[in-house]
């Protein structure tokens, strides 16, 4: 098999999902088959110049494979209108019951 | 039509939509599309273009009126804060949504076999799959409860289901049509398109809703689609015959309904011209490589958190996301996601998504080679087999992934391409395909128009 029990396990951990042990077999067969038949693509020679249909590799930001939140690409604070020591400052929503009693 | 008209055709759908239930094409319960078509033909404008006409919508389109599921465990009961831009033009129109219809799970898939709501039977023979993903509406139209319904496109979604159920099936130029409120799959390849019981049904719904959309940045700033005029011969179109759609193993019964078809445009005046697409064999490989990888990183905001249900007694938040995900999406949604996320991990990126994309560009050089020739249109075959029986292929992905060899060719370069049906095989429909030039819908509506009223689509071929 082209795609092991092992691999199976370890994508799933990066596409966050669940994946029953029992059926870590099944899964790695299946994907095998369609990997092997994807892989035709590597004997097909050209169009390595060939520009792109649509944006392409060129434009795709790559990344290590790990779990990890995606950095943003403008500041946190830019989200809301005010921002300080790590909080979002936003209006008053509402008060609780007996909450300005507490206040007092 | 009037209100009273408008009323009578509410009800009328009402009934046929109950007497289709057996297909199990509708997810929305037909009390509930009653009680709202009813409602809705009451407040419908009476100007519109589309005034009484139903519309059945693929239930992966946000509508505010019902849930949109994507038929998936993982977004049941789904209530959208807001609705697609298609819908609202329909509205707009004056159309009255007819429900959600069922579909393969967030549209992965070649027979509407993969929705977690049950399979969806085909109305010509219930043992057999009426295509997919887009099989529910491609039912419902073929039973002729609904006269049009929309469906999506991702690799053929729209015309494999049509071919399979004898209707017409237009997948328009991406970019013609708003996706904002489609739920995404592959984003450099989704487009919404249109199935209908013939062209012109389905030709008048396509430009109600296509035209520029300020909230959909892949939505061209174009006019809406101008419905050409019924032609009655179409000398001076050219169309070509691509060699690589008519492979030795094609079915003959399919071979000989187009032959027939070729015949019919050769008399109706049309220069009919062999070309080559010498990449088309690598197009499904190339898709199976590009949809997985944009559906793995679409399919991400589905984690439990923001959409839908959400696994119970977690311990952690990776925790909640695994098993949101793992007991939430089908077998067929996350075999897509494993294969995606594989293909853009780190040692096989270049081996085969970088690779995917150059062939691609190939794929696209091919189609512009041919109209560049001065070719028009050209016209294949839109699925290899007629439909094939439930069951037959879900234990082979790679053989249900072949369904659509001819159809996702238009899908990695963008082109607009059709089904309209063209004969029948021992009683099953075949579609022919019309495949045309970007932005040029028009041109192929009106070849599709002239080759409908040439032949039958019903007569044995």
Do not use: W
């Given at each position: 098999?082209?795609?092991t ?16 042990e ?11 088959r ?11 020679s ?13 434009l795709?930001?790559?990344?290590a ?18 921002f ?15 909450a300005?009693?507490?206040e007092? | ?6 009323l ?7 009934t046929?939509?109950?007497k ?40 992966n389109?946000?509508?505010?009126e ?9 977004l ?7 609705e ?8 707009d ?7 959600k ?8 898939g ?18 057999r ?10 039912a ?13 496109e ?12 004898g209707?017409?099936g ?40 296509s ?15 101008r419905?050409?005029?019924v ?5 001076g ?24 078809a070729?015949?019919?445009l ?19 490989p ?22 839908g ?12 996301y ?33 690779k ?9 050089q ?7 020739r ?8 839109t ?11 879900t ?29 029948r ?8 395909q019309?495949?045309?030039?970007p ?12 080759l ?10």
């Amino acid at each position: 098999m082209s795609v092991t029990p092992e691999e199976v396990r370890q994508i799933a951990r990066l596409a966050e999902l669940s994946v029953d042990e029992e059926h870590l077999d099944d899964l790695a067969a299946q994907m095998s088959r369609i990997v092997d038949y994807i892989a035709q693509l590597s004997q097909v020679s050209g169009g390595e110049h060939a520009k792109p249909f649509i944006p392409g590799p060129d434009l795709i930001r790559l990344r290590a494979d790990v779990v990890a939140p995606q950095p943003l690409e403008g500041k946190l604070s830019d989200f809301a209108p005010a921002f300080r020591e790590g909080f979002f400052l936003v209006p008053k929503l509402g008060a609780f019951e007996g909450a300005e009693e507490d206040e007092e | 039509m009037t209100e009273v008209e408008a009323l009578a055709s509410a009800k009328a759908t009402a009934t046929r939509l109950g007497k289709a239930k057996r297909l199990n094409a509708l997810l929305t319960p037909t009390t509930v599309v009653r009680k709202s078509l009813l409602a809705q033909a009451k407040n419908a404008h009476p100007s519109g273009v589309l005034y009484g006409m139903p519309v059945a919508l693929k239930d992966n389109i946000c509508t505010l009126e019902f849930p949109t599921t994507c038929g998936s465990k993982l977004l049941e009961g789904y209530q959208s804060p807001y609705e697609a831009t298609v819908v609202t033009k329909l509205k707009d129109a004056g159309a009255l949504i007819a429900g959600k219809a069922n579909l393969d799970e967030f549209a992965m898939g070649s027979s509407t076999e993969h929705s977690a709501y049950g399979r969806v039977l085909n109305p010509v023979d219930r043992t057999r799959v009426p295509g997919g993903s887009s099989g529910g509406s491609a039912a419902l139209v073929g039973a002729g409860a609904v006269p049009a319904a929309l469906g999506t496109e991702t690799g053929g979604s729209v015309r494999q289901p049509a071919a399979f159920c004898g209707v017409v099936g237009i997948k328009p130029t991406y970019g013609r049509v708003s996706r904002y409120g489609l739920v995404a799959f592959g984003s450099s390849l989704d487009q919404i398109g249109v199935l209908g019981r013939s062209v012109h049904d389905a030709a008048r719904v396509l430009s109600v809703i296509s035209g520029r959309d300020p909230r959909d940045n892949t939505c061209e700033n174009r006019d809406p689609l101008r419905l050409p005029t019924v032609p009655e011969r179409l000398e001076g179109f050219v169309i070509g015959i691509p060699k690589e759609y008519f492979p030795v193993d094609l079915n003959p019964g399919v071979r000989r309904a187009c032959d027939r078809a070729i015949r019919a445009l050769k008399d109706l005046g049309a220069a009919v011209r062999d070309v080559s697409l010498p990449h088309t064999a690598y197009a499904i490989p190339t898709y199976y490589v590009i949809a997985p990888a944009e559906a793995s990183s679409n399919l991400a905001r589905f984690d439990g958190v923001r959409y839908g249900n959400r696994a119970k007694d977690v311990t952690t938040l990776a925790d909640l996301y695994q098993r949101t995900r793992g007991a939430g999406f089908g077998p067929e949604v996350q075999r897509r996601i494993l294969v995606g996320t594989y293909v853009l991990s780190s040692g096989y990126y270049d081996a085969y998504y970088k690779k995917a994309q150059q062939m691609r560009a190939l794929l696209a050089q091919d189609f512009r080679n041919v109209f560049d020739r001065g070719v028009d249109l050209i016209f294949t075959p839109t699925t290899p087999t007629t439909a094939f029986k439930a069951g037959e292929r879900t234990k082979d992905p790679v053989s249900m992934y072949l369904a659509d060899c001819f159809t996702a060719p238009a899908n990695l370069t963008g082109v607009p391409a059709m089904s309209l049906p063209i004969g029948r095989v021992k009683g099953l429909p075949v579609g022919g395909q019309f495949i045309g030039q970007p932005f040029l819908e028009d041109d192929m509506i009106e070849a599709a128009y002239a080759l409908e009223r040439a032949i039958s689509g019903t007569e044995e071929a």
